[in-house]
């Protein structure tokens, strides 16, 4: 075992970036969708705008960023370990010094279980999202890109289907990526300094 | 220097400041436009008529006064022979019916047969007492009530169209006296038309301020910006005629075939409809320019009237509008065989008179508001009606989302209760006003009232009659509020929205799917109870010894 930067500099902008954006759309969408009165519509589709303007330039260096140093391959998946990383979360995680099975790399820094839940938030959960909203922001111009036939009704339930995954997603990785590790706080604390305990 | 010194200065600096910062707003184009707008409302005629002998007088009557016009302005007569306020006639292109004053039914007084002298009150004529007045009459065309700018003239509420010529009392009993005006200082006065002498009629249909419309009424004469943007008499100070552009007297921009949208934007000479009678005609179809929701406000255009958000709220200026009127009730005398009264609780209005029923007035009310497309659809006088519980529209707003030449526009929904055959199923034309003994308001007799009123229509009554419910819907354009007071997102955008009734499309922050909501809001909330129990078990089990 030993201590690498296992996140980078930008990959921890990124990630917390996202994260405060995400929190801040889902604020906002929310009462857009109105759940509840906050801010008042026009405060509240004001600002979810701007949110998502910002977090789209985000993606647009993140997809640059993971493309260019190959990153991405740490969210291909693999079965291989995968069950007992769910026997892990499910069963060993109660027993008292039952090791993690999962051995992370800095080269495979995920495990299968993660590459999966982000995969998952990469290639289906933000894609619906951002496809969506943005239809729904660009309402007015459908006619003119020949989606004349859309219903805004349709898109709003796409994007509503969306931000709920999206909500389920921020639970369950708060829970798991904050509070699982040893000491419960670890994970937590590698994505704020970068470091981490790793395998060879 | 002492406490009291500083603040001296202080003030002093705020002064400058405040003196700078008027200089700065001075010169601002808003200020200089406006300055425009006052300089032309003073007259620029190239005439003062006080220095015609014609005019000199004296004159005994209104056609008189009418017959000096006409020596000058030779066509005048003739070209409001042609126009709606003469005729009181109106050709609806789109939906092939003959509207207008004289045939229209509606749920105020109902109609205007039999009830000439009453009505006619507010003709553009004289003399229009009964069914056989002459509409080739030159002279009896009245100039004077549209363009005097004495203020002094006014027409008889009971005069078909005449002033008093001599010292009356209306209403009967009342102790109001009605003075004969000095027609020669009243001709001499002639002027462009102004808010005050368009709203001398327009302000007060349905029989008294503020009855009909809801959106004009007498507190329009002199408004504040509060109350109307455009007609503040002490900003842009706008007269009717500045957007009910005219044209060989023929008055442009008529409730009886409502423009929804006025595609042609921003009138240019040559390009123009010849009205400015929309928002659009001066504004355009993007009128929204700052701040930076400019873009997103826009986006409305497409399905928003301008008016759904400009205006509010109508009966703004602290003048009640009626907006409903029961006419079954009508006819309760006192002991001595007068018409029971009884006052509203701000005492502003009769919330009950025995003469006309109940009725029921609001201030500053919220719009109802629907799709339009322009098309309004009268139920015509004889035209068999749906008496089986329902509200009996008097006319019917066409539009609908899926239409994308509708537009969401704002309505004052009058809601009445007035008499029908029940038999025949049609809406009557009772005969209210007149000395005889069928009048209604004479010996309030319905069936008396309205067998005359049909036989004079040339319509049949059976002899049974009924009161049925009706609504009568008014397009809100008047009354345009300050932009900051304009109706905000979530005035429309909200569960309990100005538009939570209206159907046919998905409006975010209204709209949602509810079963989607629920199943949403149950998977967050058990993936929240997973966690929680994990993280508990976890916390249980790690606290024992192993």
Not at chain 1, 67 to 90: D, F, I, K, S
Not at chain 2, 17 to 31: D, E, H, M, Q, R
Not at chain 2, 159 to 180: D, I, M, N, R, T
Not at chain 2, 512 to 529: E, N
């Amino acid at each position: 075992m030993q201590t690498a930067l296992v996140f980078s500099r930008f990959e921890r902008f990124w990630h917390w970036t996202q994260a405060v954006l995400i929190i801040g759309l889902m604020i906002t969408g929310f009462e857009i969708h109105g759940t509840y009165r906050w801010l008042g519509f026009e405060q509240a589709s004001s600002l979810h705008k701007t949110m998502a303007w910002t977090l789209i330039v985000l993606w647009v260096f993140a997809i640059f960023w993971h493309l260019t140093t190959g990153q991405w391959r740490q969210y291909v998946p693999t079965g291989e370990n995968l069950l007992a990383v769910v026997r892990y979360y499910t069963v060993g995680i109660f027993q008292k010094d039952v090791p993690h099975p999962y051995k992370k790399t800095v080269r495979a820094k995920h495990n299968p279980l993660q590459r999966l839940a982000y995969l998952g938030f990469k290639l289906l959960i933000s894609p619906l999202i951002w496809l969506s909203g943005l239809l729904y922001m660009y309402y007015n111009d459908w006619p003119a890109l020949g989606l004349g036939g859309l219903q805004l009704g349709t898109v709003a339930f796409v994007h509503t289907v969306a931000a709920f995954a999206m909500l389920v997603f921020f639970i369950g990785h708060v829970y798991m990526a904050a509070f699982t590790g040893h000491p419960w706080y670890s994970y937590l604390k590698g994505m704020v300094t970068g470091y981490e305990e790793v395998e060879e | 220097m002492t406490c009291h010194e500083s603040s001296g200065v202080l003030r002093g600096a705020a002064i400058l400041f405040g003196l700078l910062l008027g200089a700065l707003f001075a010169v601002s184009p808003a200020t200089a436009a406006q300055d425009v707008v006052a300089k032309a409302a003073k007259s620029q005629s190239t005439a003062d008529h006080s220095k015609f002998k014609e005019l000199q007088g004296p004159f005994a009557n209104g056609p008189e006064v009418t017959k000096a016009c006409l020596a000058c302005h030779t066509e005048a007569a003739k070209q409001l022979h042609k126009t709606t306020h003469w005729k009181w006639e109106f050709y609806n292109e789109l939906t092939k019916q003959k509207l207008g004053k004289r045939t229209v039914v509606n749920n105020f007084c109902v109609a205007v047969a039999t009830n000439w002298p009453r009505c006619t009150s507010c003709h553009i004529g004289y003399g229009w007492k009964d069914d056989k007045f002459d509409l080739t009459s030159e002279q009896n065309v009245d100039c004077v009530v549209c363009h005097e700018t004495t203020g002094t003239y006014k027409k008889f509420p009971a005069g078909a169209g005449h002033p008093v010529y001599e010292e009356k009392e209306f209403p009967p009993g009342s102790g109001k006296k009605w003075l004969p005006p000095d027609l020669a200082k009243v001709a001499q006065s002639v002027g462009k038309t102004s808010r005050k002498n368009c709203g001398a009629c327009h302000f007060y249909g349905g029989g008294g301020d503020a009855v009909k419309h809801g959106d004009l009424d007498s507190t329009m004469t002199n408004p504040n910006i509060e109350l109307d943007v455009h007609m503040d008499a002490k900003g842009l100070n706008f007269s009717c005629s500045e957007c009910h552009t005219t044209g060989g007297h023929e008055v442009t921009g008529s409730r009886y075939a409502t423009k929804a949208v006025d595609k042609n934007g921003i009138d240019v000479p040559g390009r123009t409809d010849d009205t400015r009678a929309t928002c659009e005609s001066c504004h355009g179809l993007t009128p929204h320019k700052d701040g930076g929701e400019a873009g997103k406000l826009n986006d409305h255009t497409d399905r928003v009237a301008c008016q759904t958000c400009h205006i509010p709220a109508f009966a703004r200026g602290g003048r009640p509008t009626k907006m409903m009127w029961d006419w079954s009730t009508a006819g309760k005398l006192d002991e001595k065989g007068k018409p029971v009264v009884k006052k509203t609780a701000d005492g502003k209005e009769n919330a009950y008179d025995g003469m006309k029923g109940d009725f029921r007035w609001e201030e500053n009310v919220v719009p109802d508001y629907r799709w339009f497309n322009g098309v309004i659809k009268y139920t015509l006088m004889g035209e068999k009606i749906d008496d089986t519980g329902g509200v009996v529209p008097i006319n019917r707003i066409e539009g609908s989302a899926t239409d994308r030449d509708s537009r969401i526009w704002p309505f004052k929904r009058m809601e009445g209760k007035q008499p029908y055959d029940k038999k025949l199923k049609v809406l009557t034309v009772p005969h209210v006003f007149g000395q005889d003994e069928a009048a209604f308001w004479k010996t309030y007799d319905w069936p008396k009232a309205i067998k005359v009123g049909m036989e004079s229509v040339g319509l049949n009554f059976s002899g049974e009659y009924g009161f049925v419910e009706t609504e009568y819907w008014w397009p809100i354009t008047h009354m345009v509020a300050p932009k900051e007071k304009a109706v905000a997102c979530d005035g429309c955008h909200s569960r309990d929205g100005r538009l939570a009734k209206l159907g046919g499309f998905y409006m975010p922050g209204r709209d949602s799917f509810p079963w989607l909501d629920k199943i949403g809001w149950a998977l967050v909330l058990l993936t929240l109870a997973g966690v929680l129990g994990h993280g508990l078990l976890r916390l249980v089990l790690s606290g024992r010894k192993g």
